[in-house]
């Protein structure tokens, strides 16, 4: 069982581009209340859960700005009604289920706003969260930002999530290496994405059991430009030299945007103990 969770959060416009439309939130909830957190923090997982959440929004104008803030700002909306069961006995919503409704209101709401106003035409976003919880970490997920899972004790990094784009289905199909999948010309060019024109959307939901010193890293595609996978583990590994989370957030991006910055860039490491 996991009883404490600390943090670590950044987002940054990158070199070249003129706004930021990546968007992310950390929330500490329970039935009763609602606490939005600042960048770096820690706190108890007794009497509350914690969600942290990613997104990448796209649009012509200031409409990806606008469609990654509205998907972080819907989930303080839904998810405490998920907080786990009360010692009096009041039951619960699944989590997964839960995940499921709070995805397909942001793809609804980002739809109406699209098709209502000329501005917003053609807005989408992605978004990847983690709902941290005693037993389990619990995730969801659409588009090409990322989450990974770092344990504790070992060497290695692991990708929750899977790209929704033909570039990461190559990728998971061993067709094309890490390299390759980085340099594609269409690694930008999304399958699925909340709003736009899809009709409809199936989030990848899932639940991975977690132990102390376990660190998850929830970030946009613009950290993966700058850095590859075993770059992420010299950083943010529990056995790397970054071990204090500190300003780790901050760190990561300094270093994505040093080897790219031609993106914007997010990148947020929770760890568990």
């Known amino acids: 069982?996991?009883?404490?969770?600390?943090?670590?959060?950044c987002s940054d416009r990158g070199k070249i581009r003129t706004n930021n439309?990546?968007?992310?939130?950390?929330?500490?909830?329970n039935r009763e209340d609602l606490e939005r957190l600042g960048r770096e923090g820690e706190a108890s997982l007794e009497t509350a859960d914690f969600v942290f959440a990613v997104s990448d929004g796209m649009g012509g104008a200031q409409a990806g700005e606008v469609a990654s803030r509205m998907a972080v700002e819907k989930v303080p909306r839904i998810l405490p009604m998920g907080f786990r069961k009360p010692a009096m006995g009041q039951g619960s919503v699944a989590p997964g289920t839960l995940l499921q409704a709070l995805f397909r209101e942001?793809?609804?709401?980002?739809?109406?706003l699209g098709t209502s106003y000329e501005e917003c035409?053609?807005?989408?976003?992605?978004?990847?969260?983690?709902?941290?919880?005693?037993?389990?970490?619990?995730f969801a997920h659409v588009g090409d930002s990322r989450i990974y899972h770092l344990p504790a004790g070992g060497r290695s990094i692991r990708q929750l999530t899977e790209d929704d784009s033909h570039v990461g289905w190559?990728?998971?199909?061993?067709k094309i290496n890490e390299r390759e999948a980085r340099s594609h010309p269409r690694r930008n060019v999304l399958q699925k994405a909340l709003g736009g024109s899809n009709q409809f959307i199936d989030p990848q939901i899932g639940r991975v059991p977690c132990g102390p010193g376990d660190r998850?890293?929830?970030?946009?595609?613009?950290?993966?430009?700058?850095?590859?996978d075993a770059h992420l583990l010299d950083l943010a590994g529990p056995l790397g030299p970054s071990t204090p989370i500190g300003n780790l957030g901050r760190r990561l991006v300094d270093a994505a945007i040093a080897g790219s910055g031609r993106d914007n860039t997010t990148a947020l490491v929770v760890e568990v103990g």
């Open 1 to 9: 069982m996991i009883r404490r969770v600390r943090w670590s959060g």
């Open 21 to 29: 439309e990546d968007s992310f939130v950390g929330l500490r909830f």
């Open 121 to 138: 035409r053609g807005m989408e976003t992605t978004l990847s969260l983690c709902w941290f919880a005693p037993d389990a970490v619990h």
């Open 216 to 228: 998850f890293l929830v970030c946009s595609d613009g950290l993966i430009d700058g850095l590859y």
């Open 170 to 174: 190559l990728f998971r199909q061993g």
């Open 106 to 112: 942001i793809h609804a709401a980002l739809v109406y």
